[in-house]
């Protein structure tokens, strides 16, 4: 503290006056009291009090008494300085008590102002050191209790993860055993039944139906599965894309619409910072499905060299008043969770909220890509791929077909479709883009089979490299997704046609032949 004062007890004008006449010089400020029970109130009231000046004669034996009590009963950062002005060498005997503490000093009198000022000064420097020790004390404590409560929600979080991390995987045991086993099951019951109906060809197709069906339903509910555990359009196409889905995901599934509007984000954001805004908008856009009781929320992405922010804002019945994210008698660790990441990767969480009116949770992280990109709005027109053409003649030689896809089980199902076709040639299998640019030079295919999702090199970067130096070669995108994006991606990289690989085998027969020359 810096506006430390003097406090004087000395029952003769004198004494009072002199003394106080010496702090003034030392631009000290001073109070002058003429009584124990005035010095007593001054004293606990709080005011700052750097060092108490008493005159001997001013402290009886009950003044002592009162004095020394006050003095044990302060707080452990306190010793309060007492400068004892003695009629002579040694104090008398009710002052015995009191002058054998730390911080009293007995002066003997007559003094030289000189001395007593600095008596004074180097009394008042210790008290101030002492506040400075009381602030750090108090600021420990805070931060004890800040940390207590921290480690409280840290643990209670980390079982409340154990719990959701226990819940998913009961939640993937139940779709296997319940969904994707049964239809595995009702799929090979299905192939018996065919086996027996080989000499009735219309039962044997009825049969084979449902047994595609089957297959496609056990697709569709993996497929869905893989995009929740971890969406291809984030691993594949940025986080732009990967919001996009994630609003139309929530919309079909839980009704919420969402809206996404994006500028200014260079793609692509660092893996890490993507993944955190996009897991955090799922967890928001979940929080708001769960309490907020809104029929839309909006997105909103913003980016530029140093940083990127993100908003999930709803128009629903926001938070209660005087709602704290960190007090431990709420539910939403969803909120600490997101909190505590966005500043592991140095950034910050904000929550905007009016009762009734809505809530808005506000992101700010270091941009780790850097650059910025053009504004994208949610719902854009999907990129058509062009005209299939006009059938090839059927004279026309045998069509030379390359398999590219890094799973062995799918060329082979491939090659099993097309080598039944008369016109279809297939002249090479590999298994990674790389390979596939390196076969576009040597054995020059007429059309090329290319999975999206491969090691090494990708099929958008293949199909690029491949278009440019062979633009002659026709290439058709495969692909167990079929999202906008992806299929933006593999059209502008020159692929004619994309196609999903559980799709009818006849269309991508057609697809083969269509427009070859």
Known sequence: ?????????????????LVGRLMRSEQLACRTVDSISALMAQLCDGCGTGVVVVAEEAMGSRETRELVDLLDGQPRWSDLPVLLLASGREPGPPLTGLVSRRAVEALSRPLQPETLAAAVRAAVENRRRQYEIRDLLQESERLNIRLEHRARQLRRLSLQLSDAEERERRRLATYV??????????????????????DDPSSLRESLARVRGLLDEAIAGTRSLSQELSPTALRRNGLVAALK????????????????????????????????????????????????????????????????ELVVRDHGRGFPSGYDPDADDNDTFGLFGVRERAELLGGSMEIESEPGIGSAIRLRLPHPGGGTGPEVQAGSARRQAPSSGEAADPASPPVRVVLVDDHAVVRSGLKMVLVEHPRITVIGEFSDGRQAVEAAKSVHPDVMLMDVAMPQMDGV?????????????RIIGLSMFDDEETVDLMIEAGAELYLSKSGPSERLVEAILTGVR
């Open 245 to 308: 889905w994630l609003a139309e995901h929530v919309r079909s599934l839980h009704g919420l619409r969402v809206d996404l509007t994006a500028s200014g984000v260079g793609e692509p954001v660092g893996s890490a910072t993507a993944t955190f805004l996009f897991r955090a908008t799922q967890e928001l856009l979940l929080n708001t499905v769960k309490h907020a009781e809104a029929d839309r929320a909006e997105i909103s992405l913003r980016g530029d060299e140093e940083r990127i």
């Open 177 to 198: 055993h319940d969904d994707l086993q049964q239809i595995l099951a009702g799929t090979a019951f299905h192939l018996d039944v065919s086996s027996r109906k080989i």
């Open 461 to 473: 970067e293949a199909t690029r490299l491949i278009k440019r130096d062979h633009p002659e070669i």
């Open 1 to 17: 503290m810096d506006d430390l004062s003097v406090a004087i007890l000395a029952p003769t004008g004198r004494d009072a006056e």
